[in-house]
T-cell receptor
Framework: EAQVTQNPRYLITVTGKKLTVTCSQN?????MSWYRQDPGLGLRQIYY???????DKGDVPEGYKVSRKEKRNFPLILESPSPNQTSLYFC???????????FGPGTRLTVT | AQRVTQPEKLLSVFKGAPVELKCNYS??????LFWYVQYSRQRLQLLLR??SRESIKGFTADLNKGETSFHLKKPFAQEEDSAMYYC???????????????FGRGTQLTVWP
């Protein structure tokens, strides 16, 4: 079964405590991307990866890091989370950047 | 920078009425355009792409380059169409950042019985 999984699904943390949200796909997709969804702002792209070891900034990369060491995984790292990073985060994958994106279930992050 | 505008945050219609969700984009080149839908408690999923020219669940969308629009239409709305709809665009011109995808802010459609 084709899957995009994210972990954790819910996370409450404190300012400054490093965290990682994992994203994994089993569809052998080359393209992976992270978005944040905020009320009234829609989805905004944080980072994307066209393939292994190739990552690039999206619209709102500040405060985030990513890595793509293997095709199936694309973790999102918040080195020093701040309250303005409280949001709903989605990982998405597609065969290439121009094809249908498959979204993960989302991770709701609260930073206090 | 390319931007996608969905002017209506909320849209309500009655069952059986026509519905049109507006989307305008700012790029003058050759964008690819998509509509994604998010039903309650479900993941975002692709509804349609302009290059496939398909009709999905009765929805259609035509790319109008003159008006830089990609409005989503359905002649007879159903209650199950109630969802959040996002328009998205991707630049395809040579030399552009092909991985960038721009989403609008979304339109929450409610179809009343």
């Amino acid at each position: 079964e084709a899957q995009v999984t994210q972990n954790p699904r819910y996370l409450i943390t404190v300012t400054g405590k490093k965290l990682t949200v994992t994203c994994s796909q089993n569809m052998n997709h080359e393209y992976m991307s992270w978005y944040r969804q905020d009320p009234g702002l829609g989805l905004r792209q944080i980072y994307y990866s066209m393939n292994v070891e190739v990552t690039d900034k999206g619209d709102v990369p500040e405060g985030y890091k990513v890595s793509r060491k293997e095709k199936r995984n694309f973790p999102l790292i918040l080195e020093s989370p701040s309250p303005n990073q409280t949001s709903l985060y989605f990982c998405a994958t597609s065969a290439t950047s121009g094809y249908e994106q498959y979204f993960g279930p989302g991770t709701r992050l609260t930073v206090t | 920078a390319q931007r996608v505008t969905q002017p209506e945050k909320l849209l309500s219609v009655f069952k059986g009425a026509p519905v049109e969700l507006k989307c305008n984009y700012s790029y003058s080149g050759s964008p690819e355009l998509f509509w994604y839908v998010q039903y309650s408690r479900q993941r975002l999923q692709l509804l349609l792409r302009h290059i496939s020219r398909e009709s999905i669940k009765g929805f259609t969308a035509d790319l109008n380059k003159g008006e830089t629009s990609f409005h989503l239409k359905k002649p007879f709305a159903q209650e199950e169409d109630s969802a959040m709809y996002y328009c998205a665009s991707r630049v395809t011109d040579r030399g552009s950042t092909l991985g960038r995808l721009y989403f609008g802010r979304g339109t929450q459609l409610t179809v009343w019985p």
